[in-house]
């Protein structure tokens, strides 16, 4: 890294720290799109000095569902793709697995590849992001560093300029890709119901079987980062083990028929906090399974296993609470579909040596897993002699009345439900997105975190950075991702007595 | 290194794509980063308004903001932002034109409360509970932000200097941006940093473009094979190309797919969807009434194609009746 | 195109009469408004007339500007079919006519408040007749007075600046 961009960075972030003192009374959040740059979280003290509730609030509202309506539902993968730029192909393919489903039509097996081929990269991509940009910050420069290096240039200067030029320049390839078959790597095209717009063509494939081949080298390499850094360290695991860190609540996943993670299609299958098989189900059956509640305080809905019920925010077995994104895939698996990856997840778990593993901290871990899966799945189907197929499309000859979708984005199960007219014109849209999902148990993290560092009315330094690495793990969409890029949400974080004054106030 | 001169880049009400775009000048931000002072960048550093707040007025050389406007607090960062700055540029099509989210703008927020918290088959929610912008707790309160009744534009709150259009501008017009204004060389106020020719003048499939279009059937593009090298329009599959600016190097098209829109109009059209209703409606090839709305038809949500983009910076901005 | 009302007089008067933004082809309809007018027809005063050399010039960007500026009803007058001036100008119009028709649903604005008719040179009773009609079509849907409504949707941004400097002194006290 060079040295004055490094000082321009630095100076950036001291001035940028030293100001966040500020009194802003009121955070004003935009609730009508995907996404906002504040978060807000209110600590109440009881008269004894300790934390009788902590709110993690999300200002977001998803107004997609309504504005949606009366539009052709063949519009709904560019249009959704805008809830998120971070994770725009997710969205992408949510949706054009909603339309097969609403139009009863089976895309091509060369389409399905195409199809499968472009998420992996896209998680492949989005995980390193993640990894070594927004929530691998905390564990590579470690959670005690001081803030001027818990970011991407941090993570340079531990791992080496080497490692960070690698990590720019194989997530530019790896979105290159996307863009060639999606034409756009932010918002991509390709989703048809019924198949893809465009496939490879045979003279440009050497060169994407060499980015397959690089992207596992890459993940591999990651991995082994991972392991070096946090796993030989006890105090990394001592956090991640830590009973602020730790929920008992169920899982869901997307698994394939051996119960394997897979990422673009299987059914939906949900574990116990014991680890027992609660559910699974296909995704049109979601409806019977999932539920929202609506707290006042939030514009985000807490989504509840039906069945059990909502319980307010508690764990354990008897609560509906659940969890998605990596570490809950893992936990909702038997194990993973290639070779690399599957060792990896059987180390993850002797490690624990338990299963389900209720560490939110885990997740990182997990995430890198996930990213080797990915990394091995594009190259089995990169070399998959079909690839280079032009037949593309299926077109749809059915009368088009009820569809849902659901893939695993990078930070969890992802529905889209859409009904229509027989014209295919929308008239009903439900959305349930990653972080939705884990919105429950993330308010817990917090309130959690918030509990185990304020004693008796004194708030230890670190706090804030405690409690934003509870839900950083997560890796939360609502926020949305890249608006915390080197590993930094906006945040405001208020302590109040109990007599609602504000004793306390943090901010970054 | 004081003299360097400073921008700042904001996020409204956004997707986040406008921020992938300038992480995606990879290894170009590095050269970006060496030659201005970027002073003020939420999604990338630590920042404080009030250290906005406290810089002298026009201190700042250029800002780019993206994302549509929907709450109090965005409209007072543009203005704060404003007046920092010599120049604030519009980034991306949410800021330029209103982007996906203005859509929103032909229903009411009362819709959209009731939709979401009421209606949505997975709420569980018999209190009719909706968040509240005030809800009271042990004398205080958690306060939510109420929002606006309308989806704006950037330009329609404070004065923007230039645009930089398109969901998201790609990283190559952002390169030159910020290589044009390091240059002093400024255009005039008002441009749009992009080509002014319409995208059909770039479009890789021109050749296959008739003179005289004539559409005897709206295709949607899931009903149709589409022809990977011939023009959209004479496949009869809607392609905002005609009324938009070009500039994107005509990705989605390299991706089998039409136009929609994103980068606007150019300069000399003041209503994006009007125009491509002029230019659709010229081409149908009918005469009788009932065959020209039988063709016309096959275009099921004129709004929603037409302005997907722009529907904010129409001449209407809105439903008039929400 | 500056946004400035057409009349704002009319608009925020609490006496409402219909606005009717008029474009008449030069070669048929303008010229039987003359007619009309030199045959001392009476049609409504409620009517601006604005000539364009042929109704297929009528953009639908003049139609919307029109409604943006406060007018509460459009009315296109052209050639009858197959007597365009330009041959196929008035065609293109009809076309247009039925998809902006529907784009002005789609956001609102009634059915009654666009209105296209043939018109021809020597036809001014028909004239009177289409506007008095509509103006009692438009006076029977109400104001439209979009000039107002946007006023109303921008009045929450009014305070924001004065707001914004007030915090602004506050915080630095």
Same mark, same amino acid.
């Given at each position: 890294m060079d040295e004055s961009i490094q000082t321009v960075w630095n100076e950036a972030q001291t001035r940028a720290n030293e100001a966040y003192t500020a009194q802003r009374r009121r955070i004003t959040v935009d609730p009508i799109t995907r996404l906002e740059g504040h978060g807000k979280i209110d600590i109440f003290l009881n008269e004894q000095g300790e934390v009788e509730r902590a709110y993690f609030q999300v200002p977001e509202l998803r107004g997609f569902e309504v504005f949606s309506l009366g539009r052709p539902a063949e519009d709904m993968p560019q249009i959704t793709s805008r809830i998120c730029g971070v994770c725009p192909t997710a969205h992408h393919m949510a949706s054009t697995k909603a339309l097969d489903d609403l139009y009863h039509v089976e895309p091509p097996s060369p389409a399905k590849k195409l199809r499968e081929l472009v998420y992996n990269v896209f998680m492949l991509e989005d995980h390193a992001l993640h990894v070594y940009v927004l929530g691998g910050p905390d564990f590579i420069v470690g959670p005690d560093a001081p803030p001027e290096m818990r970011n991407v240039l941090g993570v340079i200067q531990t791992v080496g300029i080497d490692i960070g030029k690698r990590v720019i320049s194989t997530r530019r390839r790896l979105r290159e890709f996307i863009a060639y078959l999606g034409g756009k790597v932010v918002h991509p095209v390709l989703g048809l119901p019924g198949g893809v717009a465009k496939g490879i063509a045979p003279e440009d494939l050497p060169q994407f079987q060499q980015l397959a081949k690089d992207g596992l080298e890459f993940a591999l390499f990651t991995l082994q980062v991972f392991k070096d850094v946090v796993l030989k360290n006890p105090a990394y695991m001592d956090l991640i083990t830590s009973d602020t860190y730790t929920h008992r609540t169920y899982y869901m996943g997307l698994v394939d028929e051996q119960n394997r993670v897979n990422f673009y299609d299987g059914k939906i299958r949900v574990v116990s906090p014991e680890g027992k098989e609660y559910a699974k189900f296909a995704a049109q059956a979601?409806?019977?399974?999932?539920?929202?509640?609506?707290?006042?305080?939030?514009y985000v809905k807490f989504c509840y296993l039906r069945g059990v019920g909502w319980k307010g925010f508690t764990d354990g077995v008897e609560s509906g609470i659940?969890?998605?994104?990596?570490?809950?895939?893992?936990n909702a698996s038997d194990g993973m579909a290639?070779?690399?990856?599957?060792?990896?997840?059987?180390?993850?778990?002797?490690?624990?040596?338990?299963?389900?593993?209720?560490?939110?901290?885990?997740?990182?871990?997990?995430?890198?897993?996930?990213?080797?899966?990915?990394?091995?799945?594009?190259?089995?189907?990169i070399n998959d002699p079909e690839i280079t197929s032009q037949n593309l499309r299926v077109i749809p000859t059915a009368t088009p009345t009820v569809g849902v979708g659901v893939v695993e984005a990078p930070r969890g199960t992802l529905f889209h439900h859409y009904e229509t007219d027989e014209k295919g014109i929308l008239r009903r849209v439900n959305l349930i997105v990653a972080t939705q999902n884990n919105s429950a148990r993330m308010a817990m993290s917090v309130e959690k975190a918030a509990k185990g560092?304020?004693?008796?009315?004194?708030?230890?330094?670190?706090?804030?950075?405690?409690?934003?690495?509870?839900f950083r793990a997560y890796d939360p969409c609502h926020a949305c991702a890249t608006h915390s890029l080197p590993g930094q949400m906006p945040l405001v974080l208020t302590v109040y007595n109990p007599r609602g004054e504000v004793i306390h106030q943090q901010r970054r | 290194m004081p003299d360097k001169p400073k921008v700042a880049f904001y996020w409204c009400a956004s997707c986040g794509g406008c921020e992938e775009s300038i992480v995606d000048l990879a290894e170009d931000i590095l050269e970006v980063a060496q030659a201005v002072d970027i002073v003020f960048w939420p999604v990338a550093m630590d920042f404080k308004r009030k250290h906005v707040e406290a810089m002298p007025d026009g201190s700042i050389l250029a800002t780019m903001v993206n994302g549509s406007i929907r709450t109090s607090e965005q409209e007072e960062m543009a203005h704060l932002l404003r007046r920092k700055s010599q120049i604030l540029i519009a980034?991306?099509?949410?800021?330029?034109?209103?982007?996906?989210?203005?859509?929103?703008?032909?229903?009411?927020?009362?819709?959209?409360?009731?939709?979401?918290?009421?209606?949505?088959?997975?709420?569980?929610?018999?209190? *009719?509970?909706?968040?509240?912008?005030?809800?009271?707790?042990?004398?205080?309160?958690?306060?939510?932000?109420?929002?606006?009744?309308?989806?704006?534009?950037?330009?329609?709150?404070?004065?923007?200097?230039?645009?930089?259009?398109?969901?998201?501008?790609?990283?190559?017009?952002?390169?030159?941006?910020?290589?044009?204004?390091?240059?002093?060389?400024?255009?005039?106020?008002?441009?749009?940093?992009?080509?002014?020719?319409?995208?059909?003048? +770039?479009?890789?499939? *021109?050749?296959?473009?008739?003179?005289?279009? *004539?559409?005897?059937?709206?295709?949607?593009?899931?009903?149709?094979?589409?022809?990977?090298?011939?023009?959209?329009?004479?496949?009869?599959?809607?392609?905002?190309?005609?009324?938009?600016?070009?500039?994107?190097?005509?990705?989605?098209?390299?991706?089998?797919?039409?136009?929609?829109?994103?980068?606007?109009?150019? +300069?000399?059209?003041?209503?994006?969807?009007a125009k491509i209703l002029s230019a659709l409606a010229s081409s149908v090839d009918a005469r009788e009434p009932e065959e020209i709305e039988k063709i016309l038809g096959g275009i099921p949500d004129p709004v929603g194609t037409f302005y997907r983009y722009s529907l904010a910076k129409s001449l209407l901005r809105a439903k008039v009746t929400r | 195109m500056e946004d400035r009302p057409i009349t704002d007089k009319l608009v925020t008067s609490a006496d409402w009469e219909p606005l009717i933004v008029a474009f008449f082809c030069n070669w048929c309809t303008y010229t039987a408004a003359d007619l009309a007018g030199v045959s001392r027809?009476?049609?409504?005063?409620?009517?601006?007339?604005?000539?364009?050399?042929c109704s297929g010039r009528v953009d639908p960007q003049f139609v919307l500007d029109a409604f943006a500026h406060g007018a509460d009803g459009v009315?296109?007058?052209?050639?009858?079919?197959? $007597?365009?001036?330009?041959?196929?100008?008035?065609?293109?119009?009809?076309?247009?006519?039925?998809?902006?028709?529907?784009?002005?649903?789609?956001?609102?604005?009634?059915?009654?408040?666009?209105?296209?008719?043939?018109?021809?040179?020597?036809?001014?009773?028909?004239?009177?007749?289409?506007?008095?009609?509509?103006?009692?079509?438009?006076?029977?849907?109400?104001?439209?007075?979009?000039?107002?409504?946007?006023?109303?949707? $921008?009045a929450e941004l009014a305070s924001i600046e004065a707001q914004a400097r007030s915090e602004e002194v506050a915080t630095h006290a």
């Amino acid at each position: 890294m060079d040295e004055s961009i490094q000082t321009v960075w630095n100076e950036a972030q001291t001035r940028a720290n030293e100001a966040y003192t500020a009194q802003r009374r009121r955070i004003t959040v935009d609730p009508i799109t995907r996404l906002e740059g504040h978060g807000k979280i209110d600590i109440f003290l009881n008269e004894q000095g300790e934390v009788e509730r902590a709110y993690f609030q999300v200002p977001e509202l998803r107004g997609f569902e309504v504005f949606s309506l009366g539009r052709p539902a063949e519009d709904m993968p560019q249009i959704t793709s805008r809830i998120c730029g971070v994770c725009p192909t997710a969205h992408h393919m949510a949706s054009t697995k909603a339309l097969d489903d609403l139009y009863h039509v089976e895309p091509p097996s060369p389409a399905k590849k195409l199809r499968e081929l472009v998420y992996n990269v896209f998680m492949l991509e989005d995980h390193a992001l993640h990894v070594y940009v927004l929530g691998g910050p905390d564990f590579i420069v470690g959670p005690d560093a001081p803030p001027e290096m818990r970011n991407v240039l941090g993570v340079i200067q531990t791992v080496g300029i080497d490692i960070g030029k690698r990590v720019i320049s194989t997530r530019r390839r790896l979105r290159e890709f996307i863009a060639y078959l999606g034409g756009k790597v932010v918002h991509p095209v390709l989703g048809l119901p019924g198949g893809v717009a465009k496939g490879i063509a045979p003279e440009d494939l050497p060169q994407f079987q060499q980015l397959a081949k690089d992207g596992l080298e890459f993940a591999l390499f990651t991995l082994q980062v991972f392991k070096d850094v946090v796993l030989k360290n006890p105090a990394y695991m001592d956090l991640i083990t830590s009973d602020t860190y730790t929920h008992r609540t169920y899982y869901m996943g997307l698994v394939d028929e051996q119960n394997r993670v897979n990422f673009y299609d299987g059914k939906i299958r949900v574990v116990s906090p014991e680890g027992k098989e609660y559910a699974k189900f296909a995704a049109q059956a979601y409806l019977d399974y999932i539920a929202e509640h609506v707290e006042p305080w939030s514009y985000v809905k807490f989504c509840y296993l039906r069945g059990v019920g909502w319980k307010g925010f508690t764990d354990g077995v008897e609560s509906g609470i659940y969890s998605v994104a990596p570490l809950a895939r893992l936990n909702a698996s038997d194990g993973m579909a290639t070779p690399e990856a599957q060792k990896a997840y059987e180390e993850f778990f002797n490690t624990f040596g338990h299963k389900p593993v209720h560490h939110t901290l885990a997740n990182h871990w997990a995430r890198v897993i996930e990213m080797v899966y990915a990394a091995e799945r594009i190259n089995e189907i990169i070399n998959d002699p079909e690839i280079t197929s032009q037949n593309l499309r299926v077109i749809p000859t059915a009368t088009p009345t009820v569809g849902v979708g659901v893939v695993e984005a990078p930070r969890g199960t992802l529905f889209h439900h859409y009904e229509t007219d027989e014209k295919g014109i929308l008239r009903r849209v439900n959305l349930i997105v990653a972080t939705q999902n884990n919105s429950a148990r993330m308010a817990m993290s917090v309130e959690k975190a918030a509990k185990g560092l304020i004693r008796a009315g004194e708030v230890s330094e670190g706090l804030l950075n405690k409690v934003e690495m509870a839900f950083r793990a997560y890796d939360p969409c609502h926020a949305c991702a890249t608006h915390s890029l080197p590993g930094q949400m906006p945040l405001v974080l208020t302590v109040y007595n109990p007599r609602g004054e504000v004793i306390h106030q943090q901010r970054r | 290194m004081p003299d360097k001169p400073k921008v700042a880049f904001y996020w409204c009400a956004s997707c986040g794509g406008c921020e992938e775009s300038i992480v995606d000048l990879a290894e170009d931000i590095l050269e970006v980063a060496q030659a201005v002072d970027i002073v003020f960048w939420p999604v990338a550093m630590d920042f404080k308004r009030k250290h906005v707040e406290a810089m002298p007025d026009g201190s700042i050389l250029a800002t780019m903001v993206n994302g549509s406007i929907r709450t109090s607090e965005q409209e007072e960062m543009a203005h704060l932002l404003r007046r920092k700055s010599q120049i604030l540029i519009a980034y991306g099509s949410c800021a330029h034109t209103g982007g996906v989210p203005s859509l929103a703008n032909q229903f009411s927020k009362e819709q959209i409360l009731r939709t979401v918290y009421e209606e949505a088959p997975t709420v569980v929610n018999e209190q *009719k509970v909706r968040p509240q912008p005030r809800h009271p707790y042990d004398g205080t309160a958690l306060t939510l932000p109420e929002f606006r009744g309308l989806v704006r534009s950037l330009d329609q709150v404070v004065e923007v200097d230039y645009y930089l259009p398109g969901c998201p501008p790609t990283p190559k017009l952002l390169k030159q941006a910020v290589l044009t204004l390091l240059s002093g060389q400024l255009p005039p106020k008002g441009t749009v940093l992009a080509p002014d020719t319409a995208q059909c003048d +770039s479009c890789p499939r *021109k050749e296959s473009k008739p003179a005289d279009l *004539k559409i005897t059937e709206f295709k949607r593009p899931h009903w149709t094979q589409i022809d990977p090298e011939k023009c959209f329009l004479a496949q009869g599959i809607i392609c905002m190309g005609p009324a938009t600016r070009s500039g994107c190097e005509a990705q989605c098209i390299k991706g089998n797919m039409p136009c929609t829109g994103c980068f606007g109009p150019t +300069s000399r059209v003041r209503d994006q969807g009007a125009k491509i209703l002029s230019a659709l409606a010229s081409s149908v090839d009918a005469r009788e009434p009932e065959e020209i709305e039988k063709i016309l038809g096959g275009i099921p949500d004129p709004v929603g194609t037409f302005y997907r983009y722009s529907l904010a910076k129409s001449l209407l901005r809105a439903k008039v009746t929400r | 195109m500056e946004d400035r009302p057409i009349t704002d007089k009319l608009v925020t008067s609490a006496d409402w009469e219909p606005l009717i933004v008029a474009f008449f082809c030069n070669w048929c309809t303008y010229t039987a408004a003359d007619l009309a007018g030199v045959s001392r027809m009476g049609y409504d005063h409620n009517v601006r007339v604005i000539r364009v050399m042929c109704s297929g010039r009528v953009d639908p960007q003049f139609v919307l500007d029109a409604f943006a500026h406060g007018a509460d009803g459009v009315l296109i007058g052209g050639c009858h079919p197959g $007597d365009c001036h330009y041959v196929e100008g008035n065609y293109k119009t009809l076309r247009r006519y039925y998809l902006l028709k529907r784009v002005l649903r789609d956001l609102g604005i009634e059915e009654g408040r666009l209105r296209l008719e043939w018109i021809a040179a020597s036809e001014g009773e028909k004239v009177a007749k289409t506007i008095n009609e509509m103006v009692e079509q438009v006076r029977a849907l109400g104001p439209l007075r979009l000039t107002r409504r946007f006023k109303e949707w $921008d009045a929450e941004l009014a305070s924001i600046e004065a707001q914004a400097r007030s915090e602004e002194v506050a915080t630095h006290a």
